[in-house]
């Protein structure tokens, strides 16, 4: 093994993270990323879909939203991607060795969850990895130990606050408190007799505290909401639903990486010994509670394959510790085929994925929904739409204080953040809230549309909805659209449609929750 293992790893951060850092101002926010912008622009201690940390991260990063562009709202992503490459190289190196530590880094990297969904794009998962990477790394230097030292029960109190601030990025980091407890109850009752077990659970409550008590306050609407999200007592056995999870999961998380992963568990059901026991049991009741349970959901909801994916990096440590044991008696390979396929898989959803996102080489539509198209043409929108605007209030065709009106929360971000911030436009979203989530509290924040006002009414060919259907009764007249046509490499992409909604009499009305009423 090379004494100069750190360096490889130096470069594979160096060169992830330019990558990465590329992608991240080339392409477009998505739907979900440019949602989140909005938590940075109204931040509060929790949220109608999630808690506040991917809000903070944003603010972090983009200085409290003075740098607009998408690479500083996305910079969170890039910084935090080489991190979670450094913490789990040092688990590895903690259960096993440095190379092993190299390969697990090496097979995070290449998983399309780990380099794009959380490394690039900025979501809840983001901060959420993090965390989870550093609660594994402080309770594999804790749980395992057969003699509780000062020391461990030190790592199991940050273990706590580490969770706690995980819970504030995603609800599902409670299932690292669900593993380390039945590992406990399980292998090491010692840990029970402990009063640091307690006051690091306790910890946990009180960083999540915020977030009860914003729940409290809003009839605790974003537990609701995830609740029906995953409600499975009055759905019948949806087989497609489930596939969909498994081919996800397997897609998302690299089928290279998957299929290692594989070997490893028919390894151990074999009883091959490639990693102490201990490492193995642990690492796996971090991993498989929450893979169970979404699997377990999508047999009769709809679920989404990222949400299981912070539980796969348990698994790769120990696909991570099987490759390295089975190359063990030959000579050193720095990158092993294994990882060689891996890469090449990555390399190729990417050249895929960003060619189609902004030159539409596979044209998607021929096929179905082009989803690609969702991060895409929002600046050219703008600045067209921005000639119109400007037209319309010097030819006094619009009021000077005229707004822009939504029904849904995507695409009421993407207008928002790349049409009406920059003219400095207030964009109201109305409707229920179910569909508007965050907005029903962008709209007191921003204070409502006045009566009287004139709006505009944005809605492309994607997700094409009619004004005169929505807002009929709330304006007093509602003109025919302009269109802008969005190109793509010379081949126009979608459609955008600009409907001009006069004198408002009265903003729909809706139910809302506590605090909003």
């Not at 207030?426 to 006002?453: M, Q, T, V």
Request: hydrophobic residues 50%; glycine residues 6%; contains cysteine.
């Amino acid at each position: 093994m090379p004494e100069n293992i750190k360096k490889y790893l130096a470069w594979l951060i160096i060169l992830s993270t330019v990558v990465r850092a590329f992608i991240a101002g080339f392409i477009e926010l998505g739907n979900d990323e440019v949602y989140y912008w909005t938590y940075a622009l109204y931040p509060d201690w929790s949220h109608f879909d999630h808690p506040p940390m991917v809000g903070f991260i944003i603010q972090l990063f983009s200085l409290d939203l003075l740098l607009k562009d998408e690479f500083f709202i996305r910079l969170g992503s890039i910084i935090f991607g080489a991190v979670n490459t450094w913490l789990i190289y040092l688990i590895g190196a903690k259960i096993k060795d440095s190379l092993t530590g190299f390969y697990a880094a090496l097979l995070y990297t290449t998983s399309i969850y780990c380099f794009i969904i959380t490394g690039i794009f900025i979501l809840p998962d983001t901060p959420q990895v993090l965390f989870w990477l550093i609660s594994l790394y402080l309770i594999v230097c804790s749980l395992p130990d057969t003699e509780i030292s000062s020391k461990s029960k030190q790592n199991l109190l940050f273990f706590g606050l580490v969770i706690g601030f995980g819970m504030l990025s995603k609800y599902t980091s409670v299932f690292l408190w669900v593993g380390s407890f039945l590992y406990i109850l399980l292998y090491n009752r010692n840990w029970l007799k402990t009063k640091e077990l307690y006051i690091s659970g306790f910890i946990t409550i009180i960083c999540f505290l915020p977030v009860i008590l914003w729940n409290i306050n809003n009839d605790f609407i974003s537990f609701t909401y995830h609740s029906e999200r995953v409600d499975i007592f009055n759905s019948g056995i949806r087989f497609d639903y489930f596939f969909t999870e498994v081919l996800g999961q397997f897609f998302y998380n690299n089928p290279v990486n998957v299929l290692l992963i594989l070997a490893a568990v028919i390894a151990l059901i074999k009883h091959k010994e490639f990693l102490h026991l201990s490492y193995i049991r642990l690492l796996l009741w971090m991993s498989v509670p929450l893979i169970f349970t979404f699997l377990t959901f999508s047999l009769f909801r709809r679920t989404l394959p990222h949400w299981t994916g912070p539980a796969y990096i348990g698994l790769i440590l120990i696909a991570a510790a099987y490759l390295r044991d089975s190359l063990s008696s030959k000579r050193f390979i720095l990158i092993p085929n294994w990882a060689k396929s891996a890469i090449f898989f990555l390399m190729i959803v990417l050249v895929l994925g960003i060619g189609e996102i902004r030159f539409g080489w596979i044209n998607l539509a021929k096929y179905g929904d082009d989803i690609s198209v969702e991060m895409f043409g929002w600046d050219q929108a703008g600045k067209q739409f921005a000639r119109i605007y400007n037209d319309d209030i010097q030819e006094k065709q619009m009021k000077d204080n005229t707004v822009i009106i939504a029904n849904k929360w995507f695409p009421a971000a993407h207008i928002d953040y790349y049409i009406a911030t920059p003219l400095g436009i207030d964009l109201f979203a109305y409707n229920s809230i179910s569909e508007i989530h965050k907005y029903a509290w962008i709209n007191k924040n921003r204070g409502g549309a006045p009566i009287g006002c004139d709006a505009y009414f944005i809605t492309t060919s994607l997700h094409f909805k009619d004004p005169n259907e929505l807002y009929q009764n709330n304006f007093e007249t509602i003109a025919t659209p302009d269109t802008i046509t969005i190109y793509r490499a010379t081949r126009p992409a979608k459609e955008v449609y600009i409907y001009r909604m006069y004198n408002l009499i009265e903003p729909p009305a809706f139910d809302l929750p506590g605090d909003l009423r």
